[in-house]
């Protein structure tokens, strides 16, 4: 896809992808396609978890991905991606994700739960 981390602290993860003409929507539309913001906000929502997952982790899983697009993504160049951990337990992490337009403005968010396997002692 093109998108890489900006950076990771615990629980936090924020990604950018540098905008090409094949991310944007059909029909002559600039706005960046809404699969493609789909696709950033399981990815942002992945790396906020993955940040934070204890050493004994051997995976994750999106078990559910709730993408609310507010308004079209019109950006020039980037689209930028903040995920937070909002809660998280053994086996499940609850988390926010965020997608900026180049004003700051929040374009699409989505809220997901992600399973986490570890390694069985």
């Known amino acids: 896809m093109g998108m890489r981390v900006l950076d990771t602290a615990e629980g936090r993860g924020r990604l950018v992808l540098d905008v090409q003409d094949h991310h944007r929507g059909g029909g002559g539309t600039v706005a960046v396609n809404g699969g ?6 399981d990815a942002v929502v992945g790396l906020a978890v993955h940040s934070s997952n204890p050493p004994d982790t051997v995976g994750q899983v999106t078990l559910s991905l709730n993408v609310e697009y507010l308004a079209p993504m019109m950006v020039a160049s980037q689209v930028v991606g903040e995920g937070e951990v909002v809660r998280r337990g053994g086996s499940r992490a609850f988390v926010d994700g965020r997608l900026y337009t180049d004003d700051g403005s929040v374009a699409c968010r989505a809220h997901a739960v992600l399973r986490i396997f570890r390694r069985r002692a």
């Open 36 to 41: 493609v913001l789909a696709y950033l906000l």
